[in-house]
């Protein structure tokens, strides 16, 4: 059987069950490479199902959202700018409470938002975004001081052409924050330890909705090629969901396995640094 072609840099891949790990930059890929028919079908747009889906999601992680955003907001724009009337994209920004966040640091502050799933931003927190529909983005006008991809760098099929097509959306001087999964040292121990568990994992965070967790070779070189330098860069240990959520997508039913990952989850900051926190500008 040929091996894989990494679509981040052209490497050789390694498969294995459902992914695929490049044997050059490190990052592990969903594989085979979904359709763009497939990947549309994960979100559907404004049917009844899919509505009341994102409704519960985000009932859900916004405890958890509002404390991460308030992290990433504070992580890219400095406290000396808290005057300033910047303009500012959420992209990808699903149910728009990002904006809550954003408005409550700058008072002067125009946050914009777009997302391959119109419908998706919730009435509530529509008042403090304007939308921008998804097929008019790419021709839209409108220029930003500040864009932020909050877990949206591991959705898209075609990473460097996003970032190459947002590079162009930036005013002069502005900056671009990315938080997306990163892989860490529980993937390879797993693998090597206990293949059934690596398994689940792999069953829980590569998805057709998680295309791909990189390393951070991979993610710098996609940065890089697409024409940003790296200005702050971290990694931390960050979740959206509690952690039966993420039990549940791994298919784990032991309970003794349920209870190492509810005691490993809670002790993640000091386990994992399982995110990746980076702001860059244009080189």
Request: charged share 25%.
């Amino acid at each position: 059987m040929d091996k894989p072609i990494c679509k981040i840099c052209g490497g050789e891949c390694f498969r294995y069950a459902h992914t695929a790990k490049c044997q050059s930059c490190g990052v592990l890929l969903y594989y085979p490479y979904p359709s763009d028919e497939d990947l549309a079908a994960n979100y559907g747009d404004g049917d009844e199902k899919t509505d009341a889906f994102w409704i519960d999601w985000y009932t859900e992680a916004s405890f958890l959202n509002h404390t991460n955003f308030t992290n990433m907001f504070r992580f890219t724009v400095d406290r000396s700018q808290r005057g300033d009337a910047l303009t500012i994209l959420d992209y990808g920004g699903g149910g728009g409470q990002f904006a809550l966040v954003a408005a409550s640091h700058l008072l002067k502050c125009t946050v914009y938002i777009t997302d391959m799933c119109d419908s998706a931003l919730r009435s509530s927190w529509a008042p403090v975004n304007r939308q921008i529909r998804f097929a008019d983005f790419e021709t839209d006008e409108t220029r930003f001081d500040v864009i932020f991809l909050n877990d949206v760098f591991e959705h898209v099929s075609d990473p460097l052409n996003v970032l190459r097509l947002l590079i162009g959306k930036l005013n002069e001087g502005g900056r671009l924050f990315i938080d997306t999964p990163k892989q860490f040292w529980l993937y390879p121990v797993l693998k090597l330890i206990a293949p059934p568990l690596y398994r689940k994992l792999l069953r829980g965070t590569v998805s057709t909705a998680h295309l791909q967790i990189w390393s951070r070779k991979s993610f710098e070189q996609t940065v890089k090629q697409a024409g940003f330098r790296i200005i702050k860069y971290k990694e931390i240990s960050e979740f959206t969901m509690p952690p039966q959520y993420y039990l549940k997508n791994m298919g784990v039913k032991n309970p003794l396995i349920k209870l190492m990952g509810i005691l490993f989850y809670r002790n993640a900051k000091w386990l994992a640094r399982n995110k990746i926190l980076c702001v860059c500008e244009k080189l």
